[in-house]
């Protein structure tokens, strides 16, 4: 009992530690050197991860080389990327927390309907992460900064899985 009390706090405590503005410009800053980088962040990701590339219907089973210059590659890397700026942009004010929280927990929704497992947006933030520390100015704080606002977001997605 006094675990399960213990616990709850922690994953409560995960959720609602917000990004202070500081964090957030730094999230903010760095994912602005890459932002427009849509196509190659989506092939970082299925390079590293074929499971998720096998998981789209385009793309499942093809050579990522013969898609990835493809129109319907550029939408759904612009997809993905145009809805983190979003959650990017709200970062780093209490107004927004509602808006944030109910944007993820329905994306988390929309990829539990595709079978999309809790273990492959671990592989995701995974190839993110490599992918920002190699075309971002990246230091300790940008790490803690992106670690904290990474795990508030798998916190409300992992959830819905
Ligand atoms: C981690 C593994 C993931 C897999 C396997 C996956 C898979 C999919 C699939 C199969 C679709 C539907 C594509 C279609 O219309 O044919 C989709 C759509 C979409 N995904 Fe993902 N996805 C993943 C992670 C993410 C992440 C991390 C984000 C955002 C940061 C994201 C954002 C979106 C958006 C915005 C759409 C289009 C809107 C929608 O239909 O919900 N996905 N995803
Ligand atoms: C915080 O968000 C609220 C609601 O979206 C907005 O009205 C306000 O201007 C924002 N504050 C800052 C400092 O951006």
Not at 65 to 80: E, G, L, N, Y
Request: charged share 15%; glycine share 4%.
């Amino acid at each position: 009992m006094k675990f399960f009390v213990f616990f709850t706090l922690c994953v409560v405590g995960a959720i609602a530690s917000p990004l202070t503005a500081d964090e957030a410009n730094l999230v903010q800053s760095s994912w602005k050197q890459v932002s427009h980088n849509e196509v190659e962040i989506l092939a970082a990701v299925f390079a590293a991860y074929p499971d998720i590339q096998a998981k789209f219907p385009q793309f499942a089973g093809k050579d990522l080389a013969a898609v990835k210059d493809t129109a319907a590659f550029a939408t759904h890397a612009t997809r993905i990327v145009s809805f983190l700026s979003e959650v990017i942009a709200l970062s780093g004010n209490a107004s927004n927390a509602a808006a944030v929280q109910s944007l993820v927990s329905k994306l988390g929704d929309d990829h539990k309907a595709r079978g999309v497992s809790a273990a492959q947006f671990v592989e995701f933030r995974t190839a993110l992460v490599a992918y920002l520390e190699n075309h971002v100015s990246w230091g300790a704080n940008v790490a803690a900064a992106w670690n904290k606002a990474l795990d508030n977001t798998f916190a409300i997605v992992s959830a819905r899985l």
